[in-house]
């Protein structure tokens, strides 16, 4: 992996490969945010805001898991295999996103 100056750890991100479906998702999630945005504005049923807003934080939740998918695949195994405090912070990165994905 090429080296990542924006990575605390100086290495590519896990998600790196699927970079542009992750930025495809997320422009596709802007989207629907946009449209919701309109629906407030044009005063449109709540129930049909709602089904949108269920669609928008499903989306952002599948975006969610697989990042955390990649981090767990690639930079917790990767700082396992070396161990030391640098697996341990890792670890706990993961496990507070998972508890914070999980309060959400």
């Given amino acids: 992996m090429a080296n990542k100056p924006n990575s ?5 991100h896990g998600y790196i490969s699927d970079k542009d479906r992750y930025l495809a998702r997320l422009k596709r ?4 945010a946009r449209g919701i ?6 005063d ?5 805001i709602l089904t949108q807003i269920s669609a928008l934080t ?3 939740e599948k975006v969610a898991l697989g990042l955390l998918d990649d981090h767990l695949k690639h930079c917790v195994v990767d700082a396992a295999k070396e161990g030391g405090p640098e697996a341990e912070e890792k670890i706990k990165e993961a ?7 999980v309060r959400s």
Avoid: F, W
């Avoid at 449109?44 to 049909?48: E, F, K, P, R, S």
């Avoid at 507070?96 to 994905?101: E, F, V, Y």
């Fill in 8 to 12: 605390p750890t100086g290495a590519a």
């Fill in 29 to 32: 999630i802007e989207g629907q």
């Fill in 37 to 42: 945005h309109r629906m407030v504005d044009e």
């Fill in 44 to 48: 449109t049923y709540c129930i049909d």
């Fill in 58 to 60: 499903s989306a952002l």
């Fill in 95 to 101: 496990s507070d996103a998972i508890a914070r994905l």
